[in-house]
């Protein structure tokens, strides 16, 4: 069965793709497992120049890319535009950054140790497998790829079938930017093919970024195998707003946290929690501000929001959401899309329960629910009802109610006064079942390292 391009702004399949077949997968595994001997071999200046082109190249082709993004996911070209120019600034800073984060250390008195030197050292470990997915189909690649080959690993990149193009991009930068062949490799392959490539003894660690059910399934495989993984899984990150806010920034940073990338973020803030003191006066400019955004052709500067990426995605926030709608809830719906595409207007749900699916689960798209909360504690236990645990935010201008909530929440990323993105300047990723492990900073480029004790006598 061959892969499909498919624009969500039309329903119509655009371009086909031959998976690889057994032979190509093999031929590419082969590859990154002798690439690995090679790059590891290089030193960081070296890593660094090649690093380097493969940015300057990304930039070159940021138009072509963006329009491709565009075109197989639905975000808006500016958004597109953006990603593709925030991938090529996190390949700069590793290119940078990555020796001084993998110096390692030695000891102050190895004599403490019985040793005329202790120190620790990190060095690569090999092929890495990445499980890509399609909301951020470059930003997501890089910045898993970046560190892992500024480190001397090479990668296998299984990415999401419904972004190809993106896959096929990828699939050649490096090499033309002057890294060994077989450095990074994308395998056109199903979800069914994974495990194999998992369980092959020249893959030596897995990164996912994903659903929840794909991540266990992962860490369960590579688990049997002993192998490391790292999950950045789902979020419904709760954006907490107290009485000493400032309220006009709150509330325009809270249409923004709930609708970048048509609401189809792990990171967006999905839950949107209010003193009760502020309440309606928030949720009165809240609904207006996101029922008021434009819905349409991603191509056009304009449009706010564009359609969801898949069918299969539009039919979940519709059954999200009369579901809610059907158990009590009151929905606040926004402009709809044009016809034929997969659009669903962003709206705004008031007195959702934890009898609601929408309560529980995450609503990936423009789809933001609200909360009364009584004080600092019931919006604490709000935040915390949940499995999930990526990031959040918080608006307060009391230092007290800042700290409560920052020791507070159970996540693994707290915004005071803004909103969550992701910087190649601080580690990214959650806890529960928000994931293991992290990605960017010192910390992500030393999750595919070994961490090697040396002592001397």
């Not at 207007?345 to 689960?361: D, F, I, K, N, S």
Request: with cysteine; proline share 5%.
């Amino acid at each position: 069965m061959s892969i499909q391009s498919v624009n969500p702004a039309t329903g119509q399949v655009e371009r086909e793709f031959e998976p690889h077949t057994a032979e190509e997968v093999e031929e590419r595994i082969a590859a990154a497992h002798s690439a690995f001997y090679v790059l590891a071999g290089t030193n960081f200046a070296t890593r660094g120049q090649w690093m380097r082109a493969a940015a300057d190249l990304m930039e070159a082709d940021a138009d072509e890319v963006a329009a491709a993004i565009t075109g197989e996911m639905g975000k808006t070209l500016v958004q597109a535009r953006a990603e593709v120019l925030k991938s090529a600034k996190a390949m700069r800073f590793y290119a940078d950054n990555a020796e001084t984060m993998l110096t390692g250390r030695a000891l102050d008195d190895p004599s403490a140790v019985g040793a005329s030197q202790a120190y620790v050292r990190y060095q690569p470990i090999g092929a890495v497998l990445a499980v890509m997915p399609w909301n951020y189909p470059i930003w997501q690649v890089i910045r898993f790829a970046a560190p892992a080959l500024m480190a001397g690993n090479t990668a296998l990149l299984k990415h999401a079938s419904n972004v190809p193009q993106a896959a096929l991009y990828l699939d050649s930068l490096f090499e033309r930017a002057g890294f060994p062949r077989g450095a990074f490799h994308s395998l056109l392959i199903s979800a069914r093919d994974v495990e194999a490539v998992i369980r092959d003894p020249r893959v030596v660690a897995v990164t996912l970024t994903g659903s929840e059910p794909a991540g266990r399934s992962v860490a369960s495989i590579a688990g049997s195998e002993v192998k490391h993984v790292v999950l950045e899984l789902g979020g419904s990150d709760p954006f907490i707003v107290l009485p000493s806010a400032d309220l006009d920034a709150a509330v325009k940073t809270a249409v923004t946290a709930r609708t970048t990338n048509n609401g189809q973020a792990c990171i967006n803030a999905k839950r949107f929690i209010v003193h009760n003191d502020i309440y309606d006066e928030f949720a009165d400019r809240f609904i207006t501000a996101i029922t008021s955004l434009k819905v349409g052709d991603p191509t056009d500067p304009m449009t706010d929001v564009g359609p969801v990426a898949t069918r299969g995605g539009l039919g979940e926030l519709h059954e999200l959401v009369d579901d809610a709608v059907h158990k009590g809830a009151k929905a606040y719906v926004g402009q709809c899309g044009p016809d034929g595409g997969w659009y669903y207007p962003p709206t705004v749900v008031a007195g959702v329960t934890p009898a609601m699916r929408l309560y529980a689960e995450e609503a990936f798209g423009p789809v933001a629910t609200l909360y009364r909360a009584t004080d600092v504690d019931d919006a604490l236990r709000i935040a915390n009802d949940t499995t999930f645990g990526l990031s959040s935010a918080v608006w307060t201008n009391e230092p007290d109610e800042e700290r409560r909530c920052i020791e507070g929440i159970q996540a693994g990323a707290v915004f005071v006064n803004g909103m969550s993105i992701s910087y190649p300047e601080l580690p990214f990723g959650g806890v529960k079942d928000s994931g293991v492990g992290r990605e960017l900073s010192a910390e992500g480029i030393r999750e595919f390292c070994n961490l090697k004790s040396v002592w001397k006598g």
